[in-house]
């Protein structure tokens, strides 16, 4: 059973920072694509960020240069750190993870498993 943990969330001011985690069970991140998605109130879940097997790094354009997807291959967890925080970018932020090495998109459906997400907000 593949468990996904978010942390890292909170309330922020804009103009500020946050570095968000996701710690994994029962499955390496070196082995498969990962990325990070978010849902506003009342919206659709967009992916943002996905970082493939051998370290390829994709970004929402509109996310290019403030937000950084990673990972720590020893402790195997995977970080998204977010700088220059908007109000728009107040979101639930979740984890993700998909079955292949290369990741397909940035689309939230082509992820398999999910964490439960950790609250954003920057006011």
């Known amino acids: 059973h593949v468990q996904l943990v978010e942390s890292g969330g909170g309330s922020v001011h804009a103009g500020g920072s946050l570095r968000l985690s996701c710690a994994a069970s029962?499955?390496?991140?070196?082995?498969?694509?990962v990325g990070w998605s978010r849902q506003a109130p009342g919206g659709q879940r967009e992916g943002i960020a996905t970082l493939t097997s051998d370290g390829t790094k994709r970004y929402k354009d509109s996310e290019q240069g403030r937000f950084t997807i990673s990972r720590d291959n020893t402790q195997n967890i995977l970080h998204l750190e977010m700088n220059t925080l908007k109000p728009e970018d107040t979101a639930m932020y979740y984890c993700?993870?998909?079955?292949?090495?290369?990741?397909?998109?940035?689309?939230?459906?082509?992820?398999?498993?999910w964490g439960q997400g950790t609250q954003v907000t920057v006011s």
């Open positions: 029962t499955l390496y991140y070196t082995t498969y694509c």
């Open positions: 993700a993870v998909d079955t292949w090495p290369n990741c397909r998109g940035l689309y939230p459906k082509v992820f398999l498993y």
